[in-house]
């Protein structure tokens, strides 16, 4: 008979594992705390949206799944920066037809609950894990007709950046597991700019950032013509932060002075920033994503990122195909997870501090004219030698590259770029045989 396997967390990365796993043949149970958000959708009017790269697409690939997720999405082909005086600047991100995804977090979740459905999964709503018996592979819900508890062989936890199944393996009796959750000095609100009554207000095809120093503001567009709006500002401090900013004509001053051509597309940000919750980010680390040879923690349970190189969800989607392929491959689930643990776990944390470098990088350098003519320079590069250069950002967003060695590799283009960068002015005067000669002169990306 198949083993129990029991998924705690039905949010994108459980939802798609439990997709994946019943496409490959496997019965799974999954467990989540929520009502289910297809019947009782609280994002009604509001679209929180995010990016699919590469990961992700490969995860709803191996789903087969692709085709009809990417007609939820909106193409976003490059990074539009403005400036204070609404003067804009377009940085391509990739080559030819390479390109982000924007989609909205409710819409995917709802279609991945969808494919497990369809696929056979067994899904429970409004069962919260409350506890966990790790010697007797038994888990206890609460729930409002009292609780259940359910047994299993085996468990992943896909609960999400403040995990119970994560807290459950950092303290059973004698526990080695440890974690840490690492807060971000800036917060975030989200804000909502409407389609205007011609079309779009902002190019669909950008992520918009307003890179002000300390703080920063951003837009991705939504399917229907709308956008979603992020500011991240620092959470205290004497300029503008949350502290600062309270009432309403802070907010007017803040908007007034930093995203005033922001404001002149939609007036109304001013109150949606006086209704809308403030929420703070972390990256969470965790010494062990397994314990007692039966759990194994995925997605944000096991390593919640910061979200500036946009790889939260398609770090988490990795998780799944890195596991499923390392179940393929032995038909051991004990060693399966034994093995993501040792892969998956490095890249996780390569990730998490290539996201927190990129907090530095969108806020305050992505408008500094050196960084501007830096990315041309590595542009060119890509573009006339592809056999010998691809950026960190096009190896983390376009390719599956492991995030470890991505990031290996970026640390020594970073020198090369400082030579090629250190006498130029303009990416015209840049020398192509230069280029060539120092590229062919060091070891290949391997
Ligand atoms: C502002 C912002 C922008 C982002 N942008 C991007 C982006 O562009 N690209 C990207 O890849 N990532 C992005 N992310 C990160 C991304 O949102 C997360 O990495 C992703 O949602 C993680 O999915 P998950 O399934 O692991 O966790 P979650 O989405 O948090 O799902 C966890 C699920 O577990 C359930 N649950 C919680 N506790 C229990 C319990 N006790 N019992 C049962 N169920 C429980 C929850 O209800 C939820 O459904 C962004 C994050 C933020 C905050």
Same mark, same amino acid.
């Given at each position: 008979?198949?083993?129990?396997?029991?998924?705690?967390?039905?949010?994108?990365?459980?939802?798609?594992?439990?997709?994946?796993?019943?496409?490959?043949?496997?019965?799974?149970?999954?467990?989540?705390?929520?009502?289910?958000?297809?019947?009782?959708?609280?994002?009604?009017?509001?679209?929180?949206?995010?990016?699919?790269?590469?990961?992700?697409?490969?995860?709803?690939?191996?789903?087969?799944?692709?085709?009809?997720?990417?007609?939820?999405?909106?193409?976003?082909?490059?990074?539009?920066?403005?400036?204070?005086?609404?003067?804009?600047?377009?940085?391509?991100?990739g080559q030819a037809n390479e390109c982000n995804y924007?989609?909205?977090?409710?819409?995917?979740?709802?279609?991945?609950?969808?494919?497990?459905?369809?696929?056979?999964?067994?899904?429970?709503?409004?069962?919260?894990l409350d506890s966990m018996d790790l010697s007797r592979?038994?888990?206890?819900?609460?729930?409002?007709?009292?609780?259940?508890?359910?047994?299993?062989?085996?468990?992943?936890?896909?609960?999400?950046?403040?995990?119970?199944?994560?807290?459950?393996?950092?303290?059973?009796?004698?526990?080695?597991?440890?974690?840490?959750?690492?807060?971000?000095?800036?917060?975030?609100?989200?804000?909502?700019?409407?389609?205007?009554?011609?079309?779009?207000?902002?190019?669909?095809?950008?992520?918009?950032?307003?890179?002000?120093?300390?703080?920063?503001?951003?837009?991705?567009?939504?399917?229907?013509?709308?956008?979603?709006?992020?500011?991240?500002?620092?959470?205290?401090?004497?300029?503008?932060?949350?502290?600062?900013?309270?009432?309403?004509?802070?907010?007017?001053?803040?908007?007034?002075?930093?995203?005033?051509?922001?404001?002149?597309?939609?007036?109304?940000?001013?109150? %949606?920033?006086? /209704?809308?919750? !403030?929420?703070? #980010?972390?990256?969470?680390? =965790? @010494?062990?994503?397994? &314990?007692?040879?039966?759990?194994?923690?995925?997605?944000?349970?096991?390593?919640?990122?910061?979200?500036?190189?946009?790889?939260?969800?398609?770090?988490?989607?990795?998780?799944?195909?890195?596991?499923?392929?390392?179940?393929?491959?032995?038909?051991?689930?004990?060693?399966?997870?034994?093995?993501?643990?040792?892969?998956?776990?490095?890249?996780?944390?390569?990730?998490?501090?290539?996201?927190?470098?990129?907090?530095?990088?969108?806020?305050?350098?992505?408008?500094?004219?050196?960084?501007?003519?830096?990315?041309?320079?590595?542009?060119?590069?890509?573009?006339?030698?592809?056999?010998?250069?691809?950026?960190?950002?096009?190896?983390?967003?376009?390719t599956r590259t492991p995030y470890a060695k991505a %990031?290996?590799? /970026?640390?020594? !283009?970073?020198? #090369?770029?400082?030579?090629? =960068? @250190?006498?130029?002015? &303009?990416?015209?005067?840049?020398?192509?045989?230069?280029?060539?000669?120092?590229?062919?002169?060091?070891?290949?990306?391997?």
């Open positions: 008979m198949a083993p129990n396997l029991v998924i705690v967390g039905a949010g994108l990365v459980g939802s798609l594992w439990a997709v994946l796993l019943r496409k490959a043949g496997i019965p799974v149970t999954v467990f989540e705390k929520r009502p289910d958000p297809r019947k009782a959708n609280k994002d009604v009017g509001r679209s929180i949206n995010l990016v699919v790269t590469s990961r992700g697409l490969y995860g709803l690939e191996c789903a087969g799944l692709l085709e009809e997720a990417l007609k939820l999405t909106v193409r976003v082909k490059g990074r539009e920066i403005h400036s204070r005086d609404a003067h804009t600047v377009f940085q391509p991100y924007s989609i909205s977090r409710s819409a995917l979740n709802h279609f991945l609950l969808d494919a497990a459905e369809a696929a056979g999964a067994d899904l429970h709503f409004d069962h919260a592979k038994e888990i206890t819900f609460s729930r409002e007709e009292g609780p259940r508890t359910v047994p299993y062989e085996f468990l992943f936890g896909t609960d999400g950046a403040g995990s119970r199944v994560r807290n459950a393996l950092t303290r059973f009796p004698k526990s080695e597991i440890k974690d840490s959750i690492e807060w971000l000095d800036a917060d975030y609100k989200e804000l909502f700019l409407p389609r205007g009554p011609q079309g779009p207000l902002l190019s669909p095809e950008a992520l918009h950032i307003w890179p002000r120093g300390s703080l920063m503001l951003m837009a991705l567009a939504n399917l229907d013509g709308s956008f979603t709006l992020t500011l991240y500002m620092p959470k205290k401090g004497s300029g503008f932060s949350f502290e600062t900013v309270k009432t309403q004509s802070e907010v007017e001053k803040l908007f007034q002075t930093e995203f005033p051509d922001a404001l002149q597309l939609a007036p109304e940000l001013i109150q %949606q920033y006086l /209704g809308n919750p !403030q929420s703070s #980010l972390g990256t969470v680390r =965790c @010494s062990s994503w397994t &314990s007692h040879h039966s759990v194994a923690l995925m997605g944000d349970a096991a390593h919640a990122i910061v979200p500036f190189f946009g790889q939260g969800m398609n770090s988490g989607f990795e998780d799944c195909t890195v596991l499923l392929e390392k179940y393929q491959e032995s038909k051991d689930w004990a060693k399966a997870i034994e093995e993501y643990n040792e892969t998956q776990r490095p890249n996780a944390n390569a990730i998490a501090d290539m996201a927190l470098e990129n907090w530095v990088e969108m806020r305050d350098r992505v408008g500094d004219p050196a960084f501007q003519l830096r990315k041309k320079v590595e542009w060119l590069l890509e573009k006339n030698f592809p056999e010998h250069f691809r950026s960190r950002y096009a190896m983390i967003t376009y %990031q290996a590799i /970026g640390r020594k !283009q970073d020198k #090369l770029l400082d030579t090629l =960068c @250190s006498d130029l002015h &303009s990416p015209e005067d840049l020398s192509l045989e230069k280029a060539k000669s120092l590229l062919e002169n060091r070891k290949p990306p391997t």
